[in-house]
């Protein structure tokens, strides 16, 4: 099992920073790929980015190409999610997921095996 616990969710102005992070505890050695999600309650739960454990590969959505940055510190057990230029069109809550059972990205929701309860960020105009 893999707990994840998001953070540093809120409220920025539009074109303000905001700097989100996920820490993992339990069984962290199988913490393969770490994702960040958002969901609106208008649309389905979207990828927003993803890291691989061994080699450091990411992938981004293209609506956050440029803006986002995801990384992680493997000693703290912590992945983050570095916004920058945020919209109005950001705002959601975030959840950070991991996939344990493989080792590649995936943007797709169904592959994560455990999820956070997600943090709130909210871009005013």
């Known amino acids: 099992q893999v707990q994840l616990v998001e953070s540093g969710g809120g409220l920025v102005q539009a074109g303000g920073s905001l700097r989100l992070s996920c820490l993992a505890s339990?069984?962290?050695?199988?913490?393969?790929?770490m994702g960040w999600f958002r969901q609106t309650p208008e649309k389905e739960r979207e990828f927003v980015a993803a890291?691989?454990?061994?080699?450091?590969?990411?992938d981004y959505a293209d609506s956050v190409k440029g803006r986002f940055t995801i990384s992680r510190d493997s000693a703290k057990n912590t992945m983050y999610l570095q916004m920058t230029s945020l919209t109005p069109e950001d705002t959601a809550v975030y959840y950070c997921?991991?996939?344990?059972?493989?080792?590649?990205?995936?943007?797709?929701?169904?592959?994560?095996?455990?999820w956070g309860q997600g943090t709130q960020v909210t871009v005013s105009s």
């Open positions: 997921a991991v996939r344990a059972t493989y080792y590649t990205l995936s943007r797709r929701k169904d592959s994560y095996d455990y």
């Open positions: 339990g069984r962290t050695n199988s913490t393969y790929v």
């Open positions: 890291l691989t454990r061994v080699g450091g590969s990411t």
